[in-house]
Structure formats: C-alpha cells, structure tokens
C-alpha cells in the first residue's frame, strides 16, 4: 500500500499564514500539518508516499528534507500550474502513480486521529471513503448512504439544501482505492472528465459519476467519535488548536471561548447554564418563520425596547433597561453607579467583583461546607463594615444557595434602613421551587424601594443565550435614565427584540418547562448523591455544586470527562473562595444528556 497527499494549493482564505508557505506547512499546536501527516503514515509499514506540491513547493520538499529517512520513501510530483487548476489536475499529474499499487488518499489541510488511518487499512473492503455525520462547521462535498453504508449519491456545494442535512455525510477528504478501482474505474473515468469539463474541477466530481453507476464499488465508511477537522481558515486553525491541545490545556482553551460550544457539535456542555425545557418549538417556529424580516430589518431603540422588556415582566417602562446579555448592564452598574464600599459574598459570579474596583471590596465567605448564607447572616456581617452597596445573585451561583422572599424582603428593609444600596441578581430564580412568587419585579417593590436594583439575565432561565438578552430594574428612576443613555441606542438585535414582543403568548408554556426543570433536578440530584466521590450540594438553581471527595481532584476529573466522554463541565477548585478544595459545578440539562453524564460517572 502507499499513499498520494495532495499539497499543491495555495490556501489563499489563510491570509499570513500561508503567504510564503503552502496550507500543510501551518501550525497547529506548533506541529506543522505536513509533519503530523507523515509522522502517522510512517508507523503504516507504506511502500512509499507521493506527494504532488506546487505552490511553494520548493519550501516544502526543503523543509521534509531527510527527515523521514528510514521511515518512509517520499517522491513528489510537480504542478507548475497550480494558480490556474483545481485539485482534479494534481490528482491526475499522479495518475501513473495512483495504478501501480493500493492506495491511501489524502488532502494535506487536515489534521485528525491515528485510528482514522486504522479504520481504513483494518477493513478488508477495498474501495472506502471516510465519512462523518453532518455538522455545522462543515463545507463541501457531502454524500448520502444507505443502510449498507453504499454511497447513493455525491452532493456538491450548488445541490446542498438544509432541509436534506439530516441524511448527509461529509467527506474526510480520506480515500482507499485498490489498485484495480484506480485502474479500471478511477482512472479512466478521471481521464475522460478531464477532458470533458477541463482541469478547473474537483477530483471528487470522478466520484459522483462513478456512484452513480450501477457497479460502483466505492462505499462509505461513517466514523464516530474520532477526532478531525479540515483547516481552510484561521477560524478552522483555532477550532484545531483546541480540539487537539494537550489534555492540560484543552481545558483552558475551552474556557478562553467563553461560549460559541456550538462550534464543537458533539461536546455536552455541563458549564453554561440554561433552561432544557425552554423555548418550545413552537415558539422556535414562530422566530424561524420570521427570520427573513428581522434579519434585514434594523432593531428598535431603546424607548421601544425598555417599554417591550417592561411588558414582559408587567412592570413600568421607566423602571426597566435591556441590555446586550446581563453581562453588559453588570459592567454599566458596578463601574458607573456603585460608589464607595461594596459587599460580595463569595464565592459568586464573578463578573460582579471583577468589575469593581479592588479597594472597595468587601467580600463575606460563609465558614460552613456548603457555603450556605441567610439574609441574617448578611446583616451580622456587614452591619459594621462602612459598605455604600451590596450585591447579591439569589439563588447563587455556584453554591445554589437561595434566600427565601420573605427574608431577601427583611434584607431589603435592613439595607434600606442603613442606607445601603443593594443589587438582587435573580436570573436563577425561576428555577427555585416558589418560582412563581419568588421574583423582585413587581412594581409595588421596585417603587416602595428605590435602592434596590434587580438584575435579571434571560439567557439562563428562558433558554435563549444566543440572543444577548438581559434586564435591569429599579424604581431609582433617576439612575435608570442614567443607564438608559450609558448603552448604545441599539445594544439588542431584531431576533431579541421579536423574542421579547411573543413572549407573553407562551408564558404558560414557560411556568411549565420551569415545573418540568424541577422534577427533573430532583431525579439528578438523587442520581449525583449515588456517585460515591461526589458531596452533592443541594441547589434551588439549574446547576450542582459537588464537592469530589476521594478518587479524583476536581481538575482531573474535569479533564477526564472531556478528553474521554466530551462533557465540559466547571472546575471550581482554583477559585479563591474554595481554599483549595475540590468543587465542580453541573449545569443541569434535560433527561437524556443527564444520563449520559451518570453514565459515564458511574463508570468512573
């Protein structure tokens, strides 16, 4: 067997990083393409490995040198007019090459697993291509299979369609051709379209004819869980980088995303928190059949936006500020109207004390293992600590823990009474148990007391986090018009806005998927406590805190869940409230991907 990569291109969508050097003599975790590709064909035991080069090519076959003495036997085909040709060219400058024995197949842009090359030489079948189930990153030639994995058919670029994308594969751009495929049909077939269409084409284009045919003998071969990704940009370069990463470092990768997991299609997130239940689909509907218009459709401003947000959530307009996410109000809040001393308890959602400033923080950790606080607990710490403010998320994130109404209502006199101006963050408190009568945004509260001011993400608790949305609220009408104006007149888009103006109609819907959330973090947390080194923390949030107890530190176990499950979850282990301890955090998600998590930690 040998193998023919084809490494001729230019990479032009690469920018700088192809400039002066071919795609497969990029970086990737600063191991060369190139390197990594020869490094897994050699321990393959190849008869040799033909590599057609152009662009650059005098800086490639440089740079693999002798290097591979010993291990593999290289030759190099040239295509002096790569600028002007396409792929199908390169491929048939080695045509004589491609019918002298069975071959391996390769495009030199990718980056994957060893046992990728495995699946392929392990099988007796002679004629396979790689393939993998659709996902979002993912561009080119697709292919449909049948139930014996034949290809039915090959899908170019201008015949995709999104409503088909259930039924379609990718290509890994990783073929096996015998040598009587490549000499009978290949080959020939390659020849006479060339011929036909020019040598602007696609050497995948051979393919879709000869699937065609009644006879063909080329089939499919579906991967699973193996890692790969085709490098066509910088974008595709990070998605790379993070993908493969040294296990100590994937996880810091992920978390340097900060969201955007969906750019990772078969990760189970246990980091974000959101509701499972929330929006229905017919709600979803109702966005997607709207989509064209407020895609091309400027937003309203912030006079409509504040009236819509205060429709939601029945309270006066001048009470209320959208904002771009919780995350944007936070950062307008803490830097510009909470002066003097502030009060955290900690640990917390960081945002809030990372946008304070560091002289004026007065951070209140309870001494119990649970971090469980009462409203009481505050007043006996801070009633002698000269704070101006004091924020607090309720219920908490990451311990869960959850002041009940009538005692955050004697936090609320007490800190009035002392002239305190206290901050409620309560984007969790939908999922409490009293949901329905648990939140602060009621009018008769909000003017009865005008230092307070909530905060409300709806990310969390209404499932939307792609949409950016969050809320402030305060009967401070004076501070309100401040914030009004400290954000940008369009801070939220038309999809944010739409989703705000239907909300009410599926309200119903909503205190339901809050009721079905609560059942279902009842069954988790029963199904945790069973987990013999796990301390389950009972939370009134959509998330656990656990303590791990024995077998494993929070980081290993962390990175164990990612590198052999993929499930990301929250190590909170290097946070400084923490001490050292080991502590994890588990967003709660729907049935099937809670089992899975089970599962897999019963395993452990």
């Known amino acids: ?22 795609k497969c003599m990029i970086e990737v975790n600063e191991v060369k393409l190139i390197d990594r590709m020869l490094s897994q064909l050699s321990r393959l035991n190849l008869k040799r490995v033909v590599i057609v080069v152009g662009y ?7 740079h693999i040198g002798n290097r591979y003495d010993g291990k593999l036997t290289i030759e190099y085909v040239l295509n002096p007019i790569y600028d002007k040709t396409n792929n199908i060219y390169s491929l048939a400058l080695a045509k004589e090459q491609l019918q002298e024995d069975d071959t391996l197949l390769l495009e030199s842009d990718l980056i994957f ?70 000499c009978n049909q290949y080959v020939p077939f390659l020849e006479a379209y060339s011929k036909a269409m020019g040598d602007n084409e696609y050497y995948e284009q051979v393919l879709r004819v000869i699937t065609a045919l009644d006879k063909s003998t080329l089939r499919a071969l579906p991967i699973t869980d193996e890692k790969w990704y085709e490098i066509d940009d910088i974008q595709d370069r990070d998605i790379a980088e993070t993908k493969f990463s040294e296990r100590t470092e994937m996880l810091s990768r992920f978390h340097q995303c900060y969201g955007g997991y969906w750019r990772f299609p078969q990760m189970k997130d246990f980091c974000y928190l959101v509701n499972p239940y929330f929006p229905t689909e017919r709600m979803k509907d109702e966005l997607r059949a709207n989509f064209d218009t407020l895609l091309t459709e400027y937003p309203s401003g912030m006079k409509v936006n504040s009236l819509l947000a205060g429709k939601y959530f029945g309270i006066r307009q001048e009470f209320v500020c959208v904002g771009n996410g919780a995350a944007e109000l ?61 924020l607090i998320i309720n219920p908490d994130n990451p311990s869960g823990n959850y002041i009940p ?50 905060v409300k993400s709806i990310s969390k608790s209404y499932g939307v986090p792609g949409l950016r949305l969050g809320v402030i609220a305060s009967g401070n009408t004076a501070m309100m018009e401040k914030i009004r104006k400290e954000v940008a007149i369009w801070n939220i888009n038309s999809f944010a806005e739409f989703y705000m103006q239907i909300f009410n109609k599926y309200e119903k819907d909503y205190l339901t998927a809050c009721s079905k959330f609560i059942q279902e973090r009842t069954l988790f947390y029963n199904e945790l406590k069973d987990i013999p080194f796990l301390r389950v923390i009972p939370s009134q949030a959509n998330y656990f805190l656990c303590e791990v107890t024995g077998r494993y530190t929070s980081q290993t176990l962390t990175q164990k869940l990612l590198e052999e499950s993929n499930i990301l979850i929250k190590d909170c282990g290097q946070k400084s409230a923490f001490a050292g301890r080991n502590y994890i955090r588990l967003a709660i998600r729907d049935r099937e991907d809670n089992s899975k998590l089970i599962k897999k930690l019963r395993e452990l």
């Open 330 to 390: 936070i950062k307008c809040l803490v830097e510009n109207h909470c002066t003097g001393k502030t009060g955290f308890v900690l640990p917390t959602f960081e945002e809030y004390p990372n946008r304070a400033n560091p002289d004026d923080l007065v951070t209140f950790t309870p001494s119990n293992p649970d971090f469980r606080y009462s409203a009481r607990d505050l007043e006996v710490f801070f009633k002698d600590k000269g704070i101006s403010n004091l």
């Open 56 to 62: 650059q090519a005098e800086n490639l076959m440089s």
């Open 1 to 22: 067997m040998q193998a023919i990569i084809l490494a001729a291109g230019m990479g032009k969508r690469l920018g700088e990083l192809t400039k002066n050097n071919t």
């Open 405 to 454: 109404f009538d005692d955050l209502k004697e936090l609320i006199e007490w800190t009035a009474k002392n002239s305190i101006n206290l901050t409620v963050d309560e984007s969790f408190v939908d999922f409490t148990d009293n949901h329905i009568t648990a939140s602060l945004l009621h009018n008769e509260i909000l003017q009865a007391y005008p230092h307070l001011t909530v």
């Open 113 to 182: 697993e060893d046992r990728m090359l495995r699946l392929l030489t392990e099988n007796p079948y002679p004629n396979l291509a790689l393939v993998a189930k659709y996902e979002t990153w993912m561009d080119g030639t697709m292919v449909r299979i049948d139930n014996d994995n034949n290809i039915v058919s090959f899908v170019p670029k201008k015949a995709f369609r999104y409503s088909d994308v259930p039924y379609y594969y990718k290509t890994c751009n990783i073929y096996k051709f015998s040598k009587n495929f490549s």
